[in-house]
Each structure stands twice: as structure tokens, then as C-alpha cells.
């Protein structure tokens, strides 16, 4: 019996990550991604100086291009806070945002299973449009398929965006010192959608924390040079920083006491035995700036809608190199390791 | 009061491990935690740097996951994809490895096998879709066990005739008494573990402690809740002393939860059984009583495998607290989460699950 694709090859961890290097990657070779950011930056400048040039226009530099996609699966379709159409705009505009780049198109691709209601597929679509309003994005083509009943989930949707790079980010910078800031209380997302699953036995709160942050983050480029950002979805705050530090010369430690967490989130995730660190978020950045603009940048985030709650949570420090390590409320140090598939309530 | 920051206050914490160390002085003592959840907290917050180097801390089997026997994942899987029953199940059983697959993988053959977060969850689907076999596996130590009695009794009320559970049901005490008998682990006293205390009550371990002459001291899962049982079973041990302590008062009492044993007595009858690991162990299990035989998957199907343990594994020794997971030469190499050979990487509550999750 040949190996099987298991739902933790999409849980965002390091399953994933071993699915993407060991198949993707291996067969597209020399045709395949350079890096596996977020996005790819893209240089036109061939083409576009071509371009210029017949037009009779000079001394104007190319633009640099930013792509990115991005499919949406999840269920329940429609959550407090947001349904899939919020998050396939959200999703793939903070992609783009985090690269440095401002969004302008998007692609929507849906594939739709015979028998999802027309009723929820307007409520959707409405999300898209009023998100995608929100955003300051056009949704410039799109394809529409449909599956037998039993095939699908209802609907999947693809998004794939295009933005213009305003600032390009540069980890190469980062150094010890460094402070690590993050736009909001963590793991909401995830956690908000793990409690509305079938059966499961509380009522909560919480709601996601699904928000395009492009405005956000333009404001914080425009002042503040910022290194290094990630919206830290699938795999959490956690996973988001492992990536950031593996195989660096230095690390970044956490402070426990300043991260910030919902009383919701926190109850349901020791309720469950899983870390909110390791949770989504939908509606959050994680910036990586030099330690005199700390101050600035969180003056910033906390005058915008989705960066009341900001923090500075930790610092790049050189005494752990390629490590993300927690100080904990007790006083003692854990390495945040990354999380290996789909976390699992526990038995008792 | 926060039940959750009041009981990770670190300058409380400081103060206990002081308390600690001085009643621990020069002597060397091993200690076992016997839950699962407590080890996850002990890795989890690094207590280990809070103690003495010369007190041990050693973990227990009390993770229900990690004993269930490799036969048990067989059986379910047999059920999943040669009966075509519904499978539900604690998410923590979806990837521990069987003889020839685990669950998740008898998903991608086309099992369906559905985590849930109670058993009740299993029964609605039953009476749902009454063509449909449905099994629930009822995995646990005396936590989960009444929840489960309770649904095998309401199935019975309803008259739900296409619902069964899978039992592999285990006792702390007779596991905790095969331990003391055969001497090779070694413990000066234990923490016993504050969910099944909270049903079964301290009483339980009163004959024990006396026969033993062995201290135990009931312990919660926040840090302080922890430290401080620890505190109480050094001076115990310190004191010569081999008294049956709670330090988990907010949950557990000395006579239990008396609701929850008489669903137990009234479902469910004690049996000698088999523990992965740690073998067959006298009065260690639970059945499912006669009168409730309709209930019982492995009488209502006709179950065949062919099981056999994972060569090299050393579960057995770490759940007996012999081995640590650092002894294990598959350890972080060929047995990790995301491909375990053995149950204690699997489980939130393994000690190398929670050894490789937490390590430096």
C-alpha cells in the first residue's frame, strides 16, 4: 500500500512543509519557487522599460510586482466574524500586504458542490464584495465549476492577488536587539472555529479575528522600517516565528506575560489542552522592527481599527540561534518547536 | 480568584521550590508523576529546573492513549474498514499507530472515523441513522468512564439498537499496585493523577499506601498545583512517612464523586487486562457487564486481527518509568509525532510526545 495524503499533510505545520519540499519542489525544480514566502516578488522591468521606451517615456523605474494565492476549505462556511467569502479576501490580501506590497487585483476562482444553497452563496459572494471594498481591491476575473453532491464541501474558493511592492522587506537585516511586535490578541481564529464544530459541547464567544490589514500595514511602512513581516495563520504565532528564525545566526525570545490573549481563547484552549501560540489568526501581523522604532510603530497600530490591542512580545536575541524560545510566566525557558500536524483535544 | 494565573505565579513558584529543595536536603528520592497531563505541565513549564538535581522526577502510564494495547487500533480499524461501522473517537487515538495502519490513515482508505468531544456525540448519530453501525471507543482511565456508562445506559433507555462501544477501559490502582509489586521502577512515592482522583477519590489508594508503606499525594495540572504536591510528598518521604495526601482540594475529595462510581459499578465490571506495555495486570480493567452485553462491539462483531508490536519500541519501559524517552535510540529520529512507532509519541499526555514537543 502506497503512502496516502492524511489531512495533516494541510494542517499548515511541518507536514505540509515536507509535502511542498519533498513533492512540489523536487519535481518543479528549476521551474518552481525560489522561496516559499508568501508571495513571489516579481521583477518586470525588462518588459516594462521595453514598454516605456516605445511609448517615449524615460527615466521612470519599473515597478515591482507581488503574486500570491491562496485556497480557502473550512467549515462551518459562515462563523461569528466572518465565512470563507471574508476569508478568501482577507487570506490573500495580507499575503501581499506582508511582502510590502499594496493589493490592487484579485482573482476568485470558487468550486461550488451541486446543492449548496444559492441563499448561502449570496451571503458569501456580499462578503467578498464588501471585503474586497474594504481592502481597496478589484476582483478582476474568475471561474466558476461545480461538483456532485459529496464531492465538495459546499464551496471551495481560490484567490490569487496581484499587488505593487511599496517596501520590500529585508530579514537579512534583522539583528540581535531587534523587537518583535504583534498587531492584536492571538489564536482567535482558530480557536473561534475549532468551538463551532459539530458537537462540540460549550457555547463561546469568540469570533474570528478574519480583517484585511493592508491599510494597517501601509501606515506602519509608511513610517517605521520595518524588516520583516507574516501574517501568522495556519500553525499560529508559533509556526509563523519558527520559519522566521530556522537556520539563523540568532533567535527570538517570547515574553509570555506580553503576549496578548483573549480571556475566551485562553479558557477554551486550556479547556481543550492546545496552545493558543500554535492557533490561526485571520486578522494579525507579526513585525519584526529596529528597537528604537518600537515605540513609534506601536503609537501607530494602536490609532488603526485592527491594532488596538498591538504589543511588543519579544526580542531577536542572539543567545538562541535558530530558535523561537518562550520565557514563561514561571520564570523558566521553552523552545517553541513547530507544530508537527493538526493539534488534537485530548481524551480528559 | 484566576484558576488559571493564580496557580502559575511565579514568585509562588520560587517559594515552593525553596520549601522544596530544603526538605529535600542531600538524600535522593524518584518520583513518579502518574497522569499524563501532569508530565505535559512538568515539560511544559520546565519544572525540572525549579527542583533539586538529586529529586527524579519519573513519568507514569497514566496516559490512556499510550496503554491502550496496539490490538485495541487494530480492532477499530477492522471495524472501520471491513464492518463499515461510523468510528467515533477521542481525537488523541487518531494517529496512534495500529499493526498495519492508524486511523487517520483508515480515513484516506475510506474509513469514517469522526473525533469527537463526547460519547454523546456518537449516540445522536446512531439514533440519527439507524441503518448505519456505529462504534464509540471508549478509551480512559475511571475519568472517562462514566461518561461512557451513562451513554450505554441512555442507548439502552432508547432502545438504539445499531450503537456499540469499543471498551478498553483501565484502573489506576491495580496499575499503580503492579508497579509497587514488581519493585523495578523504583519510586519513593507518587503523585497520583487529580482527574481520575476527582471519581475515584483519595480512598482509593488508602490500602496502598499502608502496604507499600509508600506516600502518595494527589496533584492538579497548573505548575503551583504541581510544586506544591510535590512539596507534601518530599517531606513525606523526607519525614519518613507514607501518608495519603491531597493537594489538589479544589477538585478531589477522599470519598470521590459517588454519582459517577455508581454508573461505573452499574455498567461496567472489573477484569483483569492487558496494558500495552505493561502486560496483563490483575483487576486493571474494565468489561462491560452482561446486562448491557448488545452495547459491547466486541461481542456484537466478529473482530479478526493479526497484531503485533512495533519492533524496538521501549513504551513499555517508559510507561513502567524504567526508561526516560531519551533512552529510546528511535526517539526524535524514527519516531516522532508526525510518524510515531510507538503510543507515547502520539498522545498530548505521552511523556515523548511531550519530550520532543518541549525539548531544547
Redesign the interface.
Known amino acids: ?1 502506497g503512502v ?5 499533510h494541510g494542517s499548515g505545520g ?2 505540509t512543509r ?1 509535502l511542498v519540499r519533498d513533492v512540489f519542489c523536487r519535481h518543479l525544480g528549476d521551474v518552481g519557487p525560489e522561496s516559499l514566502d508568501d508571495g513571489a516578488v516579481l521583477d518586470c522591468g525588462a518588459g516594462f522599460l521595453a514598454c516605456s521606451r516605445a511609448e517615449g517615456q524615460t527615466g521612470k523605474s519599473a515597478p515591482q510586482l507581488v503574486f500570491t494565492t491562496d485556497s480557502y476549505v473550512v467549515s462551518p462556511l459562515e462563523f461569528p466574524g466572518g465565512d470563507i467569502g471574508t476569508l478568501a479576501v482577507c487570506g490573500t490580501v495580507n499575503d501581499l500586504a506582508v511582502m510590502g506590497a499594496r493589493p490592487l487585483w484579485l482573482s476568485l476562482g470558487v468550486i461550488l458542490e451541486a446543492g449548496l444553497e444559492i441563499q448561502t452563496l449570496e451571503r458569501i459572494v456580499k462578503s467578498i464584495a464588501e471585503k474586497a471594498r474594504e481592502a481597496g481591491v478589484k476582483i478582476v476575473c474568475g471561474d466558476t465549476k461545480v461538483v456532485e453532491k459529496g464531492k465538495g464541501d459546499g464551496i471551495f474558493i481560490n484567490t490569487a492577488g496581484i499587488g505593487v511592492l511599496e517596501k520590500p522587506m529585508r530579514p537579512e537585516t534583522i539583528k540581535p536587539g531587534d523587537k518583535i511586535i504583534v498587531s492584536g490578541t492571538v489564536g482567535d481564529h482558530g480557536m473561534a472555529l475549532l468551538t463551532l464544530r ?4 460549550l457555547k463561546s464567544n469568540l469570533k474570528s479575528d478574519c480583517a484585511p490589514l493592508n491599510e494597517m500595514i501601509l501606515q506602519v511602512l509608511g513610517k517605521v522600517d520595518v524588516k520583516w513581516m507574516r501574517d501568522p495563520t495556519r500553525g499560529g504565532l508559533a509556526t509563523a516565528l519558527n520559519e522566521l528564525t530556522e537556520g539563523q545566526p540568532w533567535g527570538v525570545l517570547l515574553e509570555e506575560d506580553g503576549i496578548p490573549l483573549s480571556e475566551a481563547v ?2 477554551v484552549s ?1 479547556l481543550l ?1 492546545l496552545d493558543p501560540l500554535y492557533s490561526a489568526n485571520e486578522g494579525k501581523a507579526i513585525f519584526v522592527v529596529p528597537a528604537g522604532s518600537a515605540e513609534n510603530t506601536l503609537k501607530i497600530l494602536k490609532k488603526t481599527s485592527c491594532g488596538q490591542n498591538s504589543a511588543v512580545i519579544g526580542t531577536v536575541s542572539g543567545d538562541f540561534p535558530g530558535k523561537t524560545v518562550l520565557h ?8 517553541l ?1 513547530i507544530l ?2 493538526d493539534p ?5 | 480568584m484566576n484558576l488559571l494565573n493564580d496557580f502559575r505565579n511565579a514568585k509562588l513558584a520560587r517559594k515552593l521550590s525553596a520549601a522544596i529543595a530544603d526538605a529535600v536536603g542531600d538524600r535522593t528520592f524518584s518520583i513518579m508523576e502518574v497522569c499524563g497531563g501532569q508530565t505535559h505541565t512538568i515539560y511544559k513549564y520546565k519544572l525540572r529546573e525549579m527542583l533539586p538535581p538529586n529529586l527524579r522526577l519519573v513519568s507514569g502510564p497514566g496516559c490512556p492513549v499510550c496503554v491502550t494495547p496496539i490490538e485495541y487500533i487494530d480492532k477499530a480499524v477492522f471495524l472501520g474498514l471491513e464492518e463499515g461501522a461510523s468510528i467515533f473517537t477521542f481525537g488523541d487515538l487518531m494517529r496512534v499507530p495500529g499493526t498495519t495502519m492508524s486511523l487517520e490513515k483508515a480515513v484516506a482508505e475510506g474509513a469514517d472515523v469522526q473525533p469527537v468531544y463526547s460519547p454523546f456525540q456518537s449516540l445522536e448519530f446512531a439514533k440519527a441513522n439507524p441503518c448505519q453501525q456505529v462504534v464509540f471507543l471508549g478509551i480512559g482511565f475511571e475519568t472517562t468512564l462514566p461518561g461512557i456508562g451513562l451513554v450505554i445506559l441512555e442507548a439502552q433507555k432508547a432502545g438504539v439498537e445499531n450503537f456499540s462501544v469499543l471498551l478498553s477501559a483501565k484502573r489506576v490502582p491495580p496499575v499503580l499496585e503492579a508497579l509497587l509489586s514488581s519493585g523495578s521502577a523504583e519510586i519513593a512515592g507518587f503523585i497520583t493523577p487529580g482527574h481520575v482522583t476527582s471519581i475515584i477519590g483519595t480512598k482509593a489508594y488508602d490500602a496502598l499506601c499502608c502496604t507499600y508503606n509508600v506516600p502518595m499525594v494527589v496533584g492538579g495540572f497548573e505548575p503551583l498545583d504541581l510544586l506544591g504536591a510535590i512539596l507534601d510528598l518530599v517531606r513525606e518521604l523526607a519525614g519518613e512517612r507514607s501518608g495519603n495526601l491531597n493537594a489538589y482540594k479544589r477538585a478531589v475529595s477522599w470519598e470521590g464523586n459517588v454519582k459517577a462510581q455508581r454508573v461505573i459499578d452499574e455498567v461496567f465490571i472489573e477484569k483483569d487486562d492487558e496494558l500495552r506495555g505493561l502486560g496483563m495486570i490483575p483487576k486493571a480493567g474494565y468489561g462491560i457487564r452482561e446486562a448491557f452485553a448488545q452495547f459491547d462491539a466486541d461481542r456484537r462483531f466478529e473482530i479478526v486481527t493479526d497484531s503485533h508490536e512495533p519492533k524496538g519500541c521501549i513504551c513499555g519501559e517508559i510507561l513502567c518509568g524504567i526508561k526516560g524517552p531519551s533512552d529510546c535510540p528511535m526517539f526524535g529520529k524514527a519516531c516522532t509525532p508526525d510518524s510515531p512507532v510507538g503510543s507515547c509519541m502520539v498522545s498530548a499526555e505521552g511523556a515523548c510526545n511531550a519530550a520532543f514537543l518541549y525539548k531544547d
Open positions: 500500500m496516502k495524503i492524511i489531512l495533516g511541518r507536514m515536507e459539530k458537537g462540540f459541547p485562553c479558557g486550556e489542552g514563561t510566566q514561571m520564570g523558566t525557558l521553552r523552545t518547536g508537527a500536524s488534537l483535544p485530548r481524551i480528559c
